[in-house]
């Protein structure tokens, strides 16, 4: 069974950090993009943070630039975001996914995605 993991939820405080997890299994996914994607309550899946297949090229939407990174163990098909300054607009289930083969460098768009995980729960207190 290929599925996608996700890990390192929990509550924190308003300028916080906190580092996200995605642990890949049934699959070996070095040569597909990864994103991580949110949804808050009564809110639509977003993306949040995408990085291409090798690991070197990173994007962002505007409202975490600068306060969170991806990053990814290809050779261990593992992802992690690294979240810092949160603040209480990114309470949120975050789930990671991975891209759809022939799309080597990741997309915002959902559909562009094969496989997510169940999320975990992120809460920002003010």
């Known amino acids: 069974q290929v599925q996608l993991v996700e890990s390192g939820g929990g509550l924190v405080q308003a300028g916080g950090s906190l580092s996200l997890s995605c642990a890949a299994s049934g699959g070996t996914f070095s040569d597909y993009a990864m994103s991580w994607f949110r949804q808050a309550p009564g809110k639509e899946r977003r993306f949040v943070a995408g990085?291409?297949?090798?690991?070197?090229?990173?994007f962002y939407t505007d409202a975490v630039k600068g306060r969170f990174t991806i990053s990814r163990d290809r050779a261990n098909n593992a992802v992690y975001l690294q979240m810092n300054n949160l603040n209480p607009e990114d309470t949120a289930v975050y789930y990671c996914?991975?891209?759809?083969?022939?799309?080597?460098?990741?997309?915002?768009?959902?559909?562009?995605?094969?496989?997510w995980g169940q999320g975990t729960q992120v809460a920002v207190s003010s």
């Open positions: 990085i291409n297949w090798y690991g070197d090229k990173s």
């Open positions: 996914a991975v891209g759809i083969y022939g799309r080597p460098y990741g997309s915002c768009a959902p559909h562009e995605y094969s496989l």
